[in-house]
């Protein structure tokens, strides 16, 4: 079956460091990747997309690997900061397709 | 410029009752999803409207029915309500052959 996986778990870290969240896929072929952020009782927000062909994108202090072989995307905030803290989704859209699929999110708080 | 706008932000409705939920598209985006998320969960496709016609589905019953309007704003309809409708009822915008979503805030629905 289809499946997209994001850490259930919340993942805490401290101010200034970097947060790695993780997205694996299982039985698609995307065209691309999203991520998106998304605040309790908000409407999710674009991050950053990468297409199949790229192996990496950057925006300001946010960076978006994706391997297709591994299946994976790792999302990374460097220098993260308090207002970083929200749920961050991943989601693809696959080849020839029209709906995009979203995972279940990953939670961040960055302490101070 | 005005992003994607829904109404109403919170309903409630009891068992069996019938809804209608509105969403005015980003300018300049002639397509339309809907998606309905659950608390803690992510956003789960409905189903997606272009050129006045519903291109793609998610796995939803029947019950759940859309329409597009001449001007790209859409219309979500839920046919008798259940208590597991509950959730927020997101509309996201994007030109045709963009990636990107861009979501509006949400309609909350409660079913009791």
């Known amino acids: 079956s289809q499946k997209i996986e994001q850490n259930s778990e919340a993942l805490n870290i401290q101010e200034g460091k970097t947060a790695t969240l993780t997205c694996n896929y299982t039985?698609?072929?995307?065209?691309?990747l999203q991520w998106y952020r998304q605040d309790p009782g908000r409407g999710p927000v674009f991050l950053l997309l990468?297409?199949?062909?790229?192996k990496e994108k950057r925006k300001e202090r946010l960076k978006v690997t994706f391997d297709t072989t591994l299946k994976q995307s790792l999302f990374h905030i460097t220098a993260s900061q308090p207002a970083d803290s929200a749920t961050y989704l991943c989601?693809?859209?696959?080849?020839?397709?029209?709906?995009?699929?979203f995972g279940a999110g990953t939670r961040l708080f960055v302490k101070a | 410029d005005a992003g994607v706008t829904q109404s109403p932000t919170h309903l409630i409705k009891t068992r069996g009752q019938q809804v209608t939920l509105r969403c005015s598209p980003k300018?300049?985006?002639?397509?339309v999803s809907w998606y309905q998320q659950a608390l803690g969960q992510g956003p789960q496709f409905i189903f997606q409207?272009?050129?006045?016609?519903?291109?793609q589905r998610g796995n939803f019953p029947d019950r759940f029915s859309g329409h597009q309007f001449p001007n790209y704003s859409s219309e979500l309809n839920v046919n008798a309500l259940l208590l597991g409708d509950s959730a927020l009822y997101l509309c996201?915008?994007?030109?045709?052959?963009?990636?990107?979503?861009?979501f509006g805030e949400g309609s909350r629905l409660t079913v009791l």
């Open positions: 996201a915008s994007s030109p045709r052959s963009a990636g990107e979503l861009f």
């Open positions: 039985n698609y072929s995307p065209a691309y």
């Open positions: 990468i297409r199949e062909n790229e």
């Open positions: 989601a693809l859209r696959n080849t020839g397709g029209f709906k995009t699929i």
């Open positions: 300018s300049g985006h002639d397509t």
């Open positions: 409207y272009y050129e006045e016609e519903e291109r």
